[in-house]
């Protein structure tokens, strides 16, 4: 997950100062609702506690639903604002970084539930 935070900076320079093609305000959000993962996650390990790491793992619903509606959206303007091509790629890999951060809180979720129960669950799924 630090790797994504790293080449959330490196996509984030490359952009530098042009004004944005979008209001990034899907981006915006599955940032916070990732941030909140990662804590969460955190905290039920500390506290070895299934059901905060049950709603961690429902969290990224969320995210996930906010991944497919932006990239839709980015995909689109690649095809009107060609110009912005190279913002708009940078864009979507934030977009997947972000999600992917998500995924493995997820897995640590997992991990929480294994811990605790002795036993698998997939809660990807």
Do not use: W
């Not at 993962?37 to 905290?43: A, D, E």
């Not at 940078?90 to 979720?109: G, K, P």
């Amino acid at each position: 997950m630090a790797d994504f935070a790293v080449n959330i900076a490196k996509s984030t320079i490359r952009i530098g100062d042009q004004p944005l093609v979008k209001p990034i305000h899907h981006i915006k959000k599955m940032h916070t609702i990732a941030s909140s993962m990662l804590s969460l996650s955190i905290k039920a390990f500390n506290e070895e506690d299934i059901v905060l790491a049950k709603k961690v793992a429902d969290m990224d619903d969320q995210v996930d639903a906010l991944y497919g509606e932006t990239l839709v959206e980015i995909i689109e303007l690649m095809e009107t604002k060609k110009e912005f091509s190279q913002q708009l790629i940078q864009l979507l890999f934030i977009c997947r970084y972000i999600e992917r951060t998500a995924d493995h809180t997820t897995n640590i979720s997992e991990s929480i539930m294994y811990l605790v129960k002795g036993k698998r669950y997939d809660l990807n799924g």
